[in-house]
């Protein structure tokens, strides 16, 4: 990987114009004018960090053709956007923008929006970042960790609110040129449509037998099972989708920030969230229609609330699941993993139970084990450092063989200087963890 470059490369004539002839004519196209010598595009995929700066058309062709395009084809269709707390919702647009417009034939760009920014080890290597900032932040230590680790990232720089005009211009145009590299018509909806349609059937089940039609479900408090199995289905290039149908509350936020970053640091994966029915229009589209590389999860909750609609023999809330199980058919008739999670009575206790569901061996051994054990390192703390131990194969303290067995009644006994966990985690929990430390 050539040593990192930070550079100014895009003033929007230069790169634009090669950007729009390569848009037109489809073929690679040469170096950015101050790249090192490497293969046409690589330059830009590999260790590049971008600066755009202008906002009009001929920017947002590079942008579009040379940056989310190029990158699409190359495998880093997860664009990430990291926003100014002070145009944070901006993503939600851009999201929309993405999703909808490239997501389709089997092809698209992913757009992640919202997701906690962790340390470069945590991404896979499908991502572009775009960091959206005011002229007037401060720097961003995340966004600055990950452009050393190597990791591409435009920084797209706006002075101040009202620049946000030219940014949408920006996208959009950026979003056309994509869709035209990708070689998909980014003014089509196919596949919203079809879950539009799919509501209708179950309506129409509703309106003739006087209730919904039965969905498979866990319980949030027994999901753990199924979204191990869920996340087993993680490949490279894949990611973790969450469509919670429920209301949008500090605890929801919370645990749907929780499983994000318990997802994705354990798998490296992207993860996307959106609430329903909103996210139908939005990411929606990209699900069914996109690269089927999706993991989905879906979360309902009885609605506390309900309002009946006029001239209709159902309600708001039949209508929003109605528009859940239809999307869940859509989802399973192409075959894709779905695990439908409901939240019960409390909502709120559903989303802690779901978010402890998701919790693995990491979480645990951050919690319970790390004031002791160093997991990175052979140094010892209060105990003895657990990197590597797997690979000894023999416990330092009394020579046993490291079998998951061992660990167990280690885990579970403790000894005198270690505190015994028996009572303190659950069976599947003390799993976790001895799963995480055979990984050291
Ligand atoms: C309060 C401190 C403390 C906590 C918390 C703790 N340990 Fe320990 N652990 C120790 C000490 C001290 C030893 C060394 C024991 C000895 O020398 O007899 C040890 C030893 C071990 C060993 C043997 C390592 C070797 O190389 O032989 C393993 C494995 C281990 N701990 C795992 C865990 C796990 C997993 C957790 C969390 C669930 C945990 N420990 C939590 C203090 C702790």
Redesign the pocket.
């Known amino acids: 990987m050539p040593a990192l470059t930070r550079r100014r490369v895009l003033t929007a004539g230069v790169l634009g114009t090669v950007a729009a002839a390569a848009a037109a004519c489809s073929r690679p196209f040469g170096r950015t004018p101050a790249g090192p010598n490497l293969p046409p595009g690589e330059d830009l995929v590999f260790g590049a960090s971008l600066e755009l700066t202008g906002s009009g058309a001929v920017a947002g062709m590079a942008f579009g053709s040379v940056v989310m395009g190029r990158m699409a084809t190359q495998g880093r269709n997860k664009v990430t956007l990291i926003a100014s707390p002070k145009v944070a919702t901006l993503g939600y647009w851009v999201e929309q923008l993405i999703a909808e417009s490239t997501g389709k034939e089997g092809k698209g760009i992913v757009p992640v929006e919202g997701e906690p920014v962790g340390k470069p080890a945590v991404y896979g290597d499908d991502r572009l970042f775009v960091y959206i900032r005011m002229d007037a932040d401060p720097p961003n230590r995340a966004v600055q960790a990950l452009e050393k680790a190597g990791h591409p990232v435009v920084t797209l720089t706006m002075r101040d609110k009202l620049d946000l005009g030219g940014e949408f211009f920006r996208w959009e145009v950026a979003t056309a040129i994509a869709g035209a590299v990708l070689g998909i018509d980014a003014f089509d909806q196919p596949n919203v449509q079809e879950s539009k349609d799919n509501t209708k059937k179950v309506l129409a089940i509703f309106k003739g037998k006087g209730k919904l039609p039965a969905a498979e479900s866990v319980a949030a408090s027994k999901a753990r099972a199924g979204i191990k199995s869920l996340l087993g289905k993680a490949k490279r290039g894949s990611y973790f989708a969450i469509m919670a149908y429920t209301a949008r509350t500090p605890g929801s936020e919370a645990a749907i920030a929780a499983i994000r970053t318990a997802v994705r640091d354990k798998t490296k994966i992207a993860t996307t969230a959106g609430y329903g029915p909103r996210f139908l229009h939005s990411t929606g589209q990209l699900h069914k229609g996109g690269p089927k590389t999706g993991l989905f999860l879906q979360v309902v909750q009885n609605d506390a609330k309900d309002v009946s609609i006029p001239g209709q023999p159902y309600s708001f809330s039949v209508l929003k699941q109605a528009q859940a199980i239809g999307d869940l058919q859509s989802l399973t008739s192409r075959r894709l993993p779905v695990l439908r999670v409901t939240l019960g009575r409390e909502p709120a206790a559903g989303w802690r139970a779901l978010a402890a569901a998701v919790k693995r061996g990491h979480d ?2 951050q919690e ?2 790390s ?3 160093f997991d990175t390192s052979e140094a010892k703390k ?5 990197k590597g ?1 797997n690979k ?1 194969g ?5 020579g046993n063989k ?1 079998t998951d067995e061992n ?1 167990k009644t ?2 579970e006994n ?6 015994p ?1 028996k009572e303190a ?1 659950e069976e599947a929990q ?1 799993k976790d ?2 799963a995480y ?1 055979k990984t050291l």
């Open positions: 645990v051994f319970k084990c004031i002791c054990h209060i105990g003895p450092g657990l131990l000894r023999t416990f330092s303290v009394n490291v660990l280690w885990i403790g000894d005198s200087l270690m505190p966990f985690l003390i963890v001895i430390v």
